[in-house]
């Protein structure tokens, strides 16, 4: 499947926006959609896109899989409303963690949380909604790894051979598969989208699970969710593309209540990049990073190490799986 990029010099919002509109619509026609809103700068520009395309026509969900920042549900629910698009929180939690259970391999887990999305959370949506097509954020980047060989994304299907009507019963509309995050964030501030949402940090589709190494567990979330916290107070100055918080399978020894034991450990990642492509690890002064592991270390339970990751991408990658 040939895409063809739109770069940013390219690039013409409202042009974008007003074709984006007029694709949807010729596509859902008179019938009705629904949309898979994270709160992330893809997910909700297209629900932006779709909304205007579609008004009521368009039923927009939050899936809570029990995978996401602290209180970003009702934070993102919120927001939406407050710009007049009504949004219904999916409680999916049993689901996804049932799905992920016992497994460690990365590949395991994407294609766990892809099936569950697809096959059996949005299958369900749709046919409770009489919709026949899904909304999605994705993105240039997302086709570009996953046919590179670098990750599969878990939302890529039709551009690797999935027909989504076929396997699951609705056709998937990909607005914004021609930008990449630059580009996106232009986009969603011509929308008339929240600064705080334009501007937002990357985060991966499989959430939190993409930064949990092993298997992924509610506990195990919850370790990585508080340090997610920590690190995006104390690097929301940096200027960075991006910086988050990854959980480590193995344990190493540290103290505990002045105990010996084998216990958790955090890795810090803050990147320097345009497009994610490549990236360079930003020079994070050591202040910060000692108070980045103090915090880290006495707010989150279980934690006795802190690393930071200085390895550009390549041969790195921006994300840990």
Known sequence: MQINEITLKDLNPESFIEEEVKEILSIVGDGCAINALS???????????????????????????????????????????????????????????????????PEEKREAITQTFYKDVFSRLVKESGAKFLLQGTNYTDVEETVAGIKRQHNILEQIGIDTEEQFGYKVIEPVLQLRKTGIRKVGKVLGLPEEIYTRLPFPGPALAARVLGEVTPERVKTVRKATRIVEEELSSSGAFQYLAILHNDTVSGMIEVKSDFVLQIEVRCWESKDAITGSPTRVPYETLEKLAERITTEVPGVVSVTYNITKKPPSTIEAV
Do not use: C, W
């Open 39 to 105: 709160g992330g700068v893809d997910s909700s520009v297209v629900t932006m896109l779709g909304h205007r395309a579609l008004g009521d026509r368009l039923k927009t969900y939050f899936v809570e899989n029990g995978l996401m920042r602290e209180d970003e549900p009702q934070h993102i629910v919120s927001l939406f409303e407050g710009m007049g698009v009504p949004v219904e929180i999916v409680d999916t939690k049993e689901q996804f963690f049932s799905a992920l259970k016992g497994l460690t391999d």
